[in-house]
């Protein structure tokens, strides 16, 4: 997960659509598809 945390800017992409765009804490923050995505995939290493 470092390489997406580390990131300057998350984009994230929904039927060819910026739907949200940040950096990580602020995506997190947000609670929105980027939030939910990352969770699902953290909870597998939990």
């Not at 470092?2 to 923050?29: F, K, Y």
């Amino acid at each position: 997960f470092a390489t997406v945390r580390n990131a300057d800017r998350i984009i994230v992409i929904e039927d060819g659509r910026v739907v949200e765009a940040g950096s990580h804490e602020e995506l997190v923050q947000v609670s929105g598809r980027y939030a939910s995505m990352f969770g699902a995939q953290a909870a597998a290493y939990r």
